[in-house]
């Protein structure tokens, strides 16, 4: 299993950017699919996650913000991003869990980051 993440780039506070990530290869099932975030110095952390069924999680700070979405006949998972920040500048990795046969258990699978730079 493979996710190619696209969409980064430079952005002014207020600004947009729309993230994807796709995944592709040997894919029995998608479980969750979510979106982390690394600034530097920091530790990874959530952003947004979303189920199989629709069902959404959100970081404290991008409520209101962000939102998540997935096309499942695509395996593919976005995070809109509005009105982004500043803070909002990191590395944003997609992350999904899934079987990669109808004999496999369930496994976590990353993507290898697209940089996300607020600033004017």
């Known amino acids: 299993v493979q996710l190619q993440a696209s969409g980064g780039g430079l952005v002014q506070p207020g600004g947009s950017l729309r993230l994807s990530c796709a995944a592709s290869g040997s894919i029995f099932s998608i479980n969750a699919m979510g979106w982390y975030r690394q600034a530097p110095g920091k530790q990874r952390e959530l952003v947004a996650s979303i189920t199989s069924f629709g069902s959404t999680i959100y970081a404290d700070f991008v409520k209101g913000r962000f939102a998540i979405s997935r096309d499942n006949a695509k395996n593919t998972v976005y995070l809109q991003m509005n009105n982004l920040k500043p803070e909002d500048t990191a590395v944003y990795y997609c992350?999904?869990?899934?079987?990669?046969?109808?004999?496999?258990?369930?496994?976590?699978?990353w993507g290898k980051g697209t940089q996300v730079t607020v600033s004017s």
């Open positions: 992350k999904i869990s899934a079987q990669a046969s109808v004999l496999s258990y369930l496994n976590e699978y």
